[in-house]
């Protein structure tokens, strides 16, 4: 009998059950079906508990992307993580991430997000300091905690609708939306999207969970734990309409996406970079649901995923090439040695840009011609255009150095063909990346967009795409002369290579302070007076009077002729006196 490993079942089940998905959306959307379940655990008097599952179209729609992803990722690592011993391990934590996803996305009610929400943070931290070194484990404690502050939030927004009688949120928020009280819920979820999502000033974990291995940077960044901030959003539109922290998320979202861009550009690291272009599109889809646009988010989201998972999955397969070597620089010319996974690579990264007719063009041309038509001010449509152009600085910017440009004297190649395996999960991605965009725009929108705009804004997105490309070929291609012109600018790179000084501000300036006092609370209290008085001192004191006690004890006739005299000469002077 044929054994099959962990990996191939995982596998089987989660194609499997994205197929019944794609089947039930299609059913659901034609026949504009909401299924609520509510099975009840325990009854107990008057109090009952009970699970609640909510499937319409979205809920359906975004499951199927995300076991479709998860599916590919888990067939990939068979491959990536061969050498592995603790293969097995890594594939439950991964099933235990994807289940944690699908209880989010399935859930109506408060306590079962929670308990999704929870998860993902749980297990993320598991998955970041996968590999035991130092840096996992700050990049995995600077990742739990960030998404904690998330987590307090939802908390807090529990006990708040036990003013309401039920979590079931779905139920309460027309009447949330009248009530005063939906000021202060509508900020709780914003905060805990907000940490989950990664925007300013909770972008700090972000790029340091790329510690995890490749696959689960695929997953993380494309479905799973950055989306689900967006999705909770999303999921609750209704109440978010004409608040005044809508505005402010607006312009936090839209920082985060220029910020984003500028340091992927500053950045030399494969991965960073994808990161970071991950963190300027979830400020891209931040800022569109703050205006009001769900549907557009949602759009955009599920066309993102397609291609960021494709361009981690890439980038997994450049780095074991390079002898686990992350560095851009020291590529160059690898499209001789990889061609599949530079096609891939390369139109996924095409995608990105918003290269017209591929999946990310559809969602990311909609979303700015929305921007373009509506009543917003010249800041925000300044950072659109010239996140958008970075976009595309970036994305050239890696194209010329990995592919472009001549091979490095560094490059250590490890000449060999490429993984079958990897092959055939990457290219199921690569069809999603091609078609999803398309597809899912007959799919959801009803009506199109009636968009009216005049011929300059029209080609607005254009102008900004071909300025991007410009500069991006024009940046690669410096040569060892123009470098030297950047030491002039040394500082102004180092504050945009360091995501504006947000690690320093958000994680070692706020943990500085506790840190510093606990450590001279520590040398003053613990091992100082503390110290003496208690526990050593105590010691001390004993066993200095136990080295007397055992002198006298030796029974020597010289020592009690001693204190003989001793004692009667005391005795004299007291007398004296």
Not at 72 to 82: A, E, L, P, R, T
Not at 324 to 340: E, F, K, L, T
Not at 454 to 469: D, E, R
């Amino acid at each position: 009998m044929k054994k099959y490993s962990i990996c191939f079942i995982s596998f089987f089940f989660l194609f499997f059950f994205m197929m019944i998905n794609f089947f039930m959306v299609i059913y659901f959307i034609m026949n504009n079906l909401v299924i609520f379940f509510e099975w009840e655990i325990i009854s107990f008097n008057s109090m009952s508990i009970v699970m609640s599952i909510l499937l319409d179209w979205m809920s359906l729609l975004f499951m199927m992307f995300v076991s479709l992803i998860s599916s590919s990722v888990i067939y990939y690592s068979k491959s990536y993580m061969s050498s592995e011993l603790n293969l097995n391990r890594f594939i439950y934590l991964v099933l235990m991430f994807v289940f944690s996803m699908i209880l989010l996305i399935i859930s109506p009610n408060m306590i079962s997000i929670l308990l999704g929400w929870d998860g993902l943070g749980l297990v993320s931290y598991c998955l970041v300091i996968y590999y035991q070194n130092m840096k996992s484990y700050n990049a995995g404690m600077l990742t739990a905690l960030s998404n904690r502050i998330g987590d307090v939030m939802i908390l807090l927004l529990i006990s708040w609708m036990m003013n309401y009688g039920s979590w079931n949120y779905i139920f309460y928020l027309n009447l949330m939306s009248h009530d005063f009280s939906m000021k202060f819920i509508g900020l709780l979820v914003i905060i805990a999207a907000m940490t989950k999502s990664a925007q300013i000033p909770f972008s700090s974990w972000l790029p340091a969970a790329m510690a995890a291995p490749t696959p689960v940077s695929a997953l993380v960044h494309s479905s799973t734990l950055v989306t689900a901030g967006v999705y909770l959003l999303i999921r609750f539109n209704n109440l978010l309409v004409e608040m005044i922290f809508l505005k402010i998320l607006l312009l936090l979202s839209s920082l985060t996406m220029l910020m984003a861009g500028i340091c992927a550009n500053y950045e030399f690291d494969l991965k960073k970079i994808i990161a970071l272009s991950t963190l300027s599109q979830l400020g891209l889809m931040m800022s569109i649901l703050s205006m009001g646009f769900n549907d557009l988010a949602f759009y955009h989201l599920l066309t993102h995923a397609m291609f960021k998972a494709l361009l981690f999955m890439c980038a997994g397969v450049i780095i074991h090439m390079m002898n686990d070597n992350q560095d851009i620089r020291m590529m160059g010319g690898i499209s001789v040695y990889i061609p599949m996974t530079s096609l891939c690579l390369n139109i996924s990264n095409l995608a990105l840009c918003g290269i017209p007719f591929l999946a990310g063009f559809y969602s990311k041309d909609i979303i700015l011609e929305m921007v373009s038509m509506s009543n917003l001010n010249m800041l925000i449509f300044f950072l659109y255009y010239f996140s958008t152009g970075l976009t595309m600085f970036y994305t050239i910017r890696l194209l010329m150095y990995l592919m472009i440009n001549d091979f490095n004297l560094l490059s250590i190649y490890n000449l060999y063909d490429e993984e079958y395996i990897m092959l055939k999960s990457m290219i199921i991605l690569l069809f999603m990346s091609l078609v999803s965009g398309s597809t899912l725009s007959w799919m959801i929108f009803c009506y199109p967009y009636m968009i009216y705009l005049p011929f300059n804004l029209k080609m607005m997105v254009i102008y900004v795409t071909l300025f991007g490309l410009l500069l991006g070929y024009l940046i690669s291609n410096m040569k060892i002369y123009s470098m030297n012109k950047f030491l002039y600018f040394y500082e102004m790179s180092y504050f945009y290579v360091t995501m504006w000084f947000l690690p320093n501000l958000s994680t070692y300036g706020l943990n500085y302070f506790y840190l510093k006092m606990g450590q001279m609370l520590y040398k003053n209290i613990d091992l100082g007076w503390s110290e003496m008085y208690s526990g050593q001192g105590m010691f001390y004191i004993m066993k200095n009077n136990s080295i007397i006690y055992y002198i006298y004890q030796m029974n020597n006739f010289k020592i009690y002729l001693f204190s003989f005299i001793l004692w009667m000469l005391f005795m004299f002077i007291f007398l004296m006196i």
